[in-house]
């Protein structure tokens, strides 16, 4: 009986494979220890209820672990790691002209805003459109 537990844990393992969580894989565990389990008895009650309970013990006792090593944090990367950096408008910021770009870092990035921006200025991206980065001043200028 132990070669069907066997053939049944690769089964689960398989499956594993196949799918994104981490789950079939306890029940290819609770398998491989009933397969154990029947080299001592061929009561196939006693082989199922170790099955069962080994592979439901495993599933939510080791749920908080996997759960924990397998955290992600979003790491912003690409053009979406400059929102909310400042920069410095290098070239006038005219949406109307279609002109404007501004130096974050190390990088220049064509801009746009909703009202003019003169070169100098410190700016603050707000959001990436397509290839340009939408600013807004960082200080209000004042106004003669």
């Known amino acids: 009986m132990w070669q069907v537990w066997l053939i049944i844990s690769g089964v689960f393992f398989v499956l594993e494979m196949m799918t994104v969580g981490f ?12 397969a154990i389990v029947s080299l001592f008895t061929d009561n196939i009650i006693i082989q199922t209820s170790v099955f069962v309970i080994s592979s439901t013990l495993l599933l939510f006792l080791t749920k908080p ?6 955290r992600t944090d979003k790491v912003q990367t690409n ?24 130096k974050v870092g190390s990088e220049i990035w064509t801009a746009k805003s909703s009202s003019p921006i003169l070169e100098g200025t ?14 807004e001043p960082l200080v209000e200028p004042i106004l003669k």
């Not at 005219?94 to 404007?100: A, E, P």
């Not at 707000?126 to 980065?133: L, S």
């Open 23 to 34: 789950l079939v894989f306890w029940f290819g565990i609770g398998a491989l220890l009933t």
């Open 79 to 102: 053009a979406y790691s400059v929102i909310g950096k400042t920069g410095i408008v290098t070239r006038e910021i005219n949406s109307k002209k279609g002109i404007g770009q501004v």
């Open 122 to 135: 410190e700016v603050i991206i707000k959001e990436i459109d397509g290839v340009k980065a939408i600013v």
């Open 65 to 70: 672990l996997v759960k924990k090593l397998s």
